[in-house]
Each structure stands twice: as C-alpha cells, then as structure tokens.
C-alpha cells in the first residue's frame, strides 16, 4: 500500500491541476490511515487551482464521500446508450473505452477520469467502458460532480475542457468532412452545437421537412430511406458515428427527401446550418468529402441522399408529419407535387412517390 500511495503522489505532483490525481491520491491515504497525507493532496490541488477555503472543504469532502467500487475482469463500467448517473476515477487497474462501430477509443489507467462527457451535457452513454483486469475506482454520481463544479470554478473549467476535447475529434476527426477544419475552427463551431441523445425508433427525419440544423453523430446507428417511382421504399446507406446529418441536403436546398430512423440509441451534437457556411465557403474539400460518401456517381447529381436533422431533436419540438411538412413549405419556391404539394419535386415526389 505504502509503495502504491508513493506513486499516486508523485503522479500527482506531475500535474498537482488534475482532479483524479488528486482524489486518487487522497483517498488511498484516508484508506491507509494517513489523514495528513490526504489532507496534503487537497492543499496540494487548492494550491494550484487556487481555490479558496470553502472551495477546498468541498474537494476534501468529495475525496472522502465518494463510493469506491471493485470490478472484476471483463466488468462493465459504463455501457453505450445508457443513461450517465455517474462518473468514475480508477483507482487502480485499467479500463478499455470502445465504441461501437469504431472499436477501441481509449485504454485509462490510474488517476484518470471517464463519463464526464454524458454526465456534463445530459446524454446518453457514447461508449463502454470494460474493466482489464480487476479495477478499483471512485464511483461519484454526476449531480454531485456537477455540485462540486459550482463551488469550484477549475473543476467546471477542467470538466468542459476535458469533455470537448473528447468529444470534438470523433464529430471532426481526420476520417469527418470536417476533419478539413482547423483546430481553431472547430472548437469554435462546437461552442455552438446542441447535444441530444435519442431512444431506437424514434424518427429522426420526416421527409420534406426544412433543414436548419445540421446534425453530427457521435455514437448509434441510424436506417435512411427515400421514395421512389411508384411509393417503393429504397433504403440509403445507414448512419453511424461521424457521419453529418442533413449537410448536403443543405447545400443543394432546404428540404429533406430522405426519411431517418435510429435504429439504436443515438447521440449526437446538432449546429445550425448558419455556423456552418462560412466554413464551407472557405474549405471546399467539405462537400467534395461528403461527395465521396455517397455509394454510386448518380447519387452525386441528387439532393435526395441527404440527412436532415428534426426539430425534435434540436429544439426539444414535436416533428410534423410530411402532410404537415408540405403544408406549412407550400408557398416556397420549387416544382411543387401535383398531387401532395410537396415542393422541389424532380421527376418523382420523395413525399408520396408520385410523379412530379
């Protein structure tokens, strides 16, 4: 034990900023007996986040309260999709972080912090977490985190800053259109995205409906759909983790021929289409990456593979139905369906499939 706190405390003393340094420290000194030396790590962490008395008190009753669990080998943590009560510290052991469709995200160790992303931005789990080996870590429930980050200005600092860069090369990572943008550029745009995480089945995107948000998805699976000649159904690629939603619909006009659907929980970050079109004027390799997503050359010269995201995923609002939809865009601009009068039908209306 002696030997494990010696090296709990010189990794702390490496970055004495670091929340899960500090508490791993501290709490395998209480665990041992030795409350001087816990007390010095949180004089340590208040030291250098410059924290005030009350602000300190508040990470040394959070060292001392907060549960510790051990879980076997192979044990799940954090399950993807689920809902995020707590976070954890590891405390000891290793835990791999995957996500479905991608594989292995992360493998964390000693000190370091998992789940403050869902827990922070109120969304679902966006990925698993597995014990390697036995594992022993604090177990903090995310309202009291969220507690403690308002007594403490670097725990809410440290918390969004740590969060975003998780989660901002998944949505903009070298294999995203916008993996084209600068470091610069996209922090900047995700100062202005929305999370949402939504249940499997719900419908995502109504077909007609009008674009104003683009969508990004960081974790889930997503069915796409349009109508073709004679109301036969033709199923697009599926959407999963790093895929845009509704961009190049956007960019070929406002409305949506393409129905969604999650097919598993799914999560993600919404932006309006505004933030967005100053970048796509400045990178055109953005649309030509998006382009290169599509699965035949003919897909290219049609609006209709794109993937709008719904109001009631961006603003909380019911989504209307496509009668509804072609109501409320009726008067706008386009060669409107004869028979639904759904606007910027081609040769086939993508509402009912009738011919334009």
């Not at 995200?105 to 080996?133: K, M, Q, S, W």
């Not at 200005?153 to 903009?172: E, N």
């Amino acid at each position: 034990m002696s030997a494990e706190i010696d090296q709990a405390f010189d990794a702390f003393r490496r970055d004495p900023t670091a929340l899960g340094a500090c508490l791993r420290a501290a709490r395998l000194a209480q665990a041992a007996g030795d409350e001087a030396r816990a007390r010095d790590a949180v004089d340590r962490y208040a030291e250098a986040n410059r924290l005030d008395a009350k602000a300190a008190a508040a990470v040394a009753a959070f060292s001392r309260k907060a549960p510790v669990r051990v879980y076997p080998d192979r044990a799940l943590l954090a399950v993807e999709g689920e809902a995020a009560d707590n976070v954890f510290v590891i405390v000891r052991g290793d835990v791999v972080v995957r996500r479905e469709g991608v594989g292995e995200l992360a493998r964390l160790g000693p000190g370091r912090f998992f789940g403050e992303a869902a827990a922070l931005f109120g969304i679902r789990r966006t990925a698993t977490a597995e014990a390697r080996g036995e594992v022993t870590a604090m177990v903090l429930p995310s309202v009291a985190l969220k507690q403690l980050a308002r007594y403490v200005p670097s725990v809410s600092s440290w918390l969004a800053m740590t969060a975003r860069d998780r989660i901002v090369p998944h949505l903009m990572g070298p294999a995203s259109p916008l993996g084209v943008l600068s470091r610069a550029e996209q922090l900047e745009l995700f100062r202005h995205c929305r999370p949402f995480s939504v249940p499997k089945g719900t419908a995502l995107q109504s077909i007609g409906q009008v674009v104003e948000r683009v969508g990004l998805i960081i974790a889930g699976r997503c069915d796409a759909w349009r109508t073709r000649l004679g109301g036969q159904k033709e199923l697009m690629p599926d959407l999963g983790p790093g895929d845009p939603i509704g961009l190049l619909d956007r960019l070929a006009g406002e409305h949506a021929h393409v129905a969604v659907t999650a097919t598993t929980t799914v999560t993600g970050f919404s932006v309006r289409f505004a933030y967005l079109e100053p970048l796509l004027e400045r990178h055109p390799a953005i649309e030509a990456r998006l382009q290169a997503r599509l699965p035949t050359p003919e897909r290219a010269h049609h609006p209709d593979h794109a993937l709008p995201i719904s109001d009631s995923m961006a603003e909380g609002g019911p989504t209307m139905s496509t009668g509804e939809r072609a109501a409320f865009i009726i008067d706008r601009a386009g060669n409107a369906c004869r028979s639904c009068g759904f606007p910027d039908a081609d040769i086939v209306c993508p509402a009912c499939g009738a011919p334009a």
